[in-house]
C-alpha cells in the first residue's frame, strides 16, 4: 500500500467515525413541526446559532423525509440539533408528550392547544411565543395563466369546488385543478382560516402535498393549476395577486407582508414550554428574533422583522391628503397591531418596540422624525373611527416613550385606506413613518 493511499484511507476512516460518532450521540435540542419554518429557515437559524459559539457546522439529511440533523462542532463537544418538519400540528403535540424542545408553527396556537397546555405553560403569553418571521400566503398558477389577481371571496370558490373552470374567470376553457398542503399543515390552517374560512371545504379533488417545494413544482408544470404556498416556495409558478373587500389587489413584497398589509400575511412561530424551556432553546430562540437572527430570514426566502424604510408606491386610491401628510416620509416595515382589537400591543407589537428603538440607533435618527399614524375598522360614526384611530397610535407613542423613544408625533386617520374588508382586524393598525432627509 503506498503511503498517499494509506493517507487517505486514514482521512476516510477520521470522517467516518466523526460521523457515527455524532449520530451515535444524543440529540441536544429537538424542533418540531411546520414544514415551511423546518424546510430551510429553522436549519439556518440553527446553523447561525452554532457557529456565532464558535462551532463547525454540518447539516445533512436523516433516513426520514423532512428531518435535518445540524451538527455543530467545538473543540469540547459535538452539539447535535433535529429539525423534523413534518407539519404544525405535528410539533404541537410532540412539545405537550415532552418529545420537543421548540414547537415550529407556521400558524398560531390553537384554543384548544393552549386549554391542554395551560398546567404547563401559557402558549399565549411573550415567554413562550416567538415571532420568528414573517410569510405571505402566495396563490400559485402556471406561468402561461393570463390571470394576475383574484379576491379572497373567488379563492374560497375554487378551491371549494364551486368555480370549476379558467373560462370563469375569464381564463382559457380549461377545468381548474386544485392543489393544497396536507391537514397537518400550519400552511394548511392559514389558508383555511383566511379563505374557505367555516362556510366552504375543500374540494374533494384537490391534490395534497406535504411540502411546499413540491407542491409549487407540480402547479408550475400544469396550465390548469392553482394552490397556495409560501412565500419562499414560488420558484417557477405565477404569483398572482389578492384582494379583500374593496381594498386594493396586493401581492406579497417587502413592505406588504413585513406589514402584514398583504391579505394572505402570517406569522412564523417558534412555541416554547414554560418552565420545561432547555437553556439552548431559550437561547436559540433568542438568536431567532435578534437583529443577526433575523438577517438570516431573507436567505431562506422570508421576510424579515429588522425594519427598513421604504418609499412606498401609491395607488390611485389613496386620498390627497394621505398623500401630502405622508409627502416628506419613507415608511417603515413593520406596522404595530394589537390584541383582541383593542389597543394592548400584541406579542409581536412588544418586541417591535425595540426594533424601531435599534433603527433609530442604528441609522443615527431621532425620534422626532418619526411619524405615527392610526387607523380603524369602518366604525358607525366617523369621529368613533376617527377616535379609536388616535388612541391606537398614542398607545404605541406611550409604549415607544416607555423604552426611551420620547415624545414621537402622532395622529389618526380614521376608517380610511382599509387594507381587509369590513370587519378585518388588519385595518385596525399604527404605522411607522420616518422622515426622508431627501426630500426636506
Do not use: C
Request: overall charge neutral; charged content about 20%.
Amino acid at each position: 500500500m503506498t503511503h498517499s493511499l494509506s493517507r487517505t484511507l486514514r482521512l476516510i476512516g477520521a470522517v467516518a467515525s466523526f460521523s457515527l460518532a455524532a449520530t451515535a450521540q444524543a440529540t441536544d435540542l429537538t424542533i418540531q413541526g411546520s414544514n415551511t419554518v423546518g424546510a430551510a429557515l429553522a436549519p439556518m437559524l440553527v446553523t447561525g446559532f452554532l457557529e456565532q459559539s464558535g462551532a463547525t457546522v454540518q447539516s445533512r439529511s436523516t433516513s426520514v423525509e423532512n428531518e435535518r440533523q445540524i451538527l455543530g462542532q467545538t473543540d469540547q463537544r459535538t452539539t447535535t440539533v433535529l429539525v423534523a418538519a413534518h407539519g404544525s400540528s405535528t410539533g404541537y403535540k410532540a412539545m405537550a408528550a415532552n418529545n420537543a424542545d421548540i414547537w415550529a408553527a407556521s400558524r398560531p396556537v390553537k384554543a384548544k392547544e393552549v386549554a391542554a397546555f395551560s398546567d404547563v405553560a401559557d402558549l399565549t403569553s411573550p415567554d413562550n411565543e416567538h415571532v420568528i418571521a414573517i410569510d405571505g400566503l402566495a396563490i400559485l398558477v402556471h406561468p402561461s395563466n393570463p390571470i394576475d389577481q383574484v379576491s379572497i371571496d373567488t379563492l374560497a370558490r375554487i378551491f371549494s369546488g364551486k368555480i370549476t373552470n379558467w373560462s370563469e374567470l375569464g381564463g382559457p376553457d380549461r377545468p381548474i385543478h386544485v392543489y393544497a398542503r396536507d391537514n397537518r399543515s400550519g400552511t394548511w390552517d392559514t389558508f383555511h382560516s383566511l379563505v374557505l374560512g367555516e362556510d366552504n371545504d375543500l374540494v374533494a379533488s384537490a391534490r395534497r402535498y406535504e411540502s411546499n417545494d413540491r407542491l409549487s413544482d407540480d402547479v408550475s408544470r400544469d396550465p390548469s393549476g392553482i394552490g397556495f404556498s409560501g412565500l419562499a416556495s414560488v420558484r417557477n409558478s405565477k404569483l398572482l395577486a389578492v384582494s379583500d373587500g374593496d381594498a386594493p389587489a396586493m401581492k406579497p413584497s417587502q413592505l406588504t407582508v413585513a406589514s402584514e398589509d398583504y391579505p394572505l400575511s402570517r406569522r412564523l412561530f417558534m412555541y416554547t414550554p414554560g418552565d420545561r424551556t432547555t437553556p439552548m432553546a431559550r437561547a436559540l430562540v433568542a438568536f431567532a428574533q435578534s437583529a443577526e437572527g433575523q438577517a438570516i430570514v431573507p436567505k431562506a426566502g422570508f421576510i424579515s422583522q429588522n425594519p427598513i424604510a421604504v418609499k412606498p408606491a401609491l395607488d390611485a386610491s389613496v386620498p390627497e391628503s394621505f398623500r401630502t401628510l405622508t409627502g416628506h416620509y419613507r415608511r417603515l416595515t413593520v406596522n404595530f397591531r394589537f390584541s383582541e382589537g383593542r389597543t394592548r400591543l400584541d406579542n409581536k407589537a412588544r418586541r417591535d418596540l425595540l426594533r424601531v428603538r435599534d433603527y433609530l440607533t442604528r441609522e443615527g435618527r431621532s425620534a422626532d422624525e418619526l411619524l405615527l399614524i392610526g387607523f380603524a375598522d369602518r366604525q358607525s360614526h366617523e369621529l368613533r373611527a376617527q377616535m379609536i384611530s388616535e388612541l391606537r397610535a398614542l398607545s404605541v407613542r406611550k409604549a415607544l416613550n416607555e423604552i426611551g423613544v420620547p415624545q414621537v408625533a402622532y395622529t389618526g386617520y380614521g376608517q380610511y385606506m382599509p387594507v381587509g374588508g369590513a370587519g378585518s382586524p388588519r385595518n385596525g393598525r399604527v404605522e411607522v413613518w420616518i422622515r426622508d432627509p431627501v426630500l426636506e
